[in-house]
């Protein structure tokens, strides 16, 4: 139960850090946007599909908890 406990902690702290991080550099982040995603817009109608978005946020949040694994 100790290592759940440790485990529990570490990663409130991640997140902690990340939700500081995404606050305080707000719309800086080029997040959302990027070369690939998709966009449709048409009169009365719009769509939207972060697909590159996607695939950054799934590397880094593998890699996060690879090197979470590795502690």
Excluded: H, N
């Excluded at 139960?1 to 080029?30: H, R």
């Excluded at 070369?35 to 048409?42: A, C, L, R, V």
């Amino acid at each position: 139960m100790q290592e759940l406990g440790k485990i529990l902690c570490l990663t409130g702290v991640v997140i902690a850090c990340v939700g500081l991080l995404l606050w305080k550099l707000g719309g800086k982040i080029p997040l959302g946007r990027l070369p690939g995603d998709i966009s449709i817009q048409k009169p009365g109608f719009s769509f939207y599909f972060p697909v590159t978005t996607c695939i950054v946020i799934s590397v880094i949040l593998s890699l996060v908890f690879w090197l979470l694994r590795k502690l």
